[in-house]
């Protein structure tokens, strides 16, 4: 149980675009979700968190017009990353919170976004 | 706000002997602290958790033990096995719907 996935897990795009990243929890419901950076050798920086029907919550120095967060349902949410340029190439993972056990999350496996 | 420390950065030991990873934090109002295991290019895995409200836990060969005055909480992972290298973080937290602090990581290698 408790299985998050993440899709896709690799992408590559031109600067410019834009590019959407799936999180779905897949045998929990989940009220709140987290997205996370990763850059390489370094812990998780928390970017957001997005909680089933709500505005996201953004960290500080986190753009809000840059990264669109939407949680339109208990097992969804999805992270926009909006007129990417290179340094935004990173490991982008989400992780769910069972609703219940809320204080555990479980993450996703990740997906690897490469700006050109 | 609340800020976790790890060390050891990077560990190395041989198959079969045991391996300590330690986190302390500052925020008295934590009450949870898990520990994740990631593999290169994938997502955390959690691996086991603790409450305050226990001093240790075990599972099978990895036991959590947590020492609420110190403020510090350590991994152990006994009999280690190749398959036991990855990188381990440690987080803490308030609890329900409150966000994760993570450590800063440990690099675990065992060496056959």
């Known amino acids: 149980g408790a299985v998050v996935s993440q899709h896709p897990s690799r992408v590559i795009c031109k600067s410019g675009t834009s590019v959407k990243i799936e999180c779905r929890s897949l045998?929990?419901?989940?009220?709140?979700m987290f997205w996370y950076r990763q850059f390489p050798k370094q812990s998780l920086m928390l970017m957001a968190t997005?909680?089933?029907?709500?505005?996201?919550?953004?960290e500080q120095g986190v753009e809000k017009d840059k990264f669109l967060i939407n949680h339109a349902s208990l097992t969804l949410s999805t992270l926009t990353v909006t007129s990417a340029h290179p340094e935004d190439s990173s490991f982008y993972i989400c992780?769910?919170?069972?609703?219940?056990?809320?204080?555990?999350?479980?993450f996703g496996p990740g997906t690897r976004l490469t700006v050109l | 706000g609340e800020n976790v420390e790890q060390h050891p950065s990077t560990l190395s030991v041989q198959e079969g002997d045991s391996a300590v990873i330690k986190c302390t934090y500052s925020?008295?109002?934590?009450?949870?602290f898990p520990w994740y295991k990631q593999e290169l290019g994938k997502g955390p895995q959690l691996i086991i958790d603790?409450?305050?409200?226990?001093g240790e836990k075990k599972d099978q060969r990895i036991a959590v033990t947590l020492n609420k005055t110190a403020k510090h909480f350590s991994l152990h992972i006994t009999e280690t096995q190749p398959e036991d290298s990855a990188v381990y973080f440690c987080?803490?937290?308030?609890?329900?719907?409150?966000?994760?602090?993570f450590g800063t990581g440990t690099s675990l290698t065992v060496i056959p």
């Open positions: 992780s769910a919170r069972d609703r219940r056990a809320a204080d555990t999350q479980y």
């Open positions: 045998d929990f419901q989940a009220t709140t």
């Open positions: 997005s909680n089933e029907g709500s505005k996201a919550t953004y």
């Open positions: 925020d008295s109002a934590s009450n949870y």
């Open positions: 603790i409450r305050s409200n226990v």
């Open positions: 987080a803490a937290s308030e609890g329900a719907g409150n966000q994760f602090y």
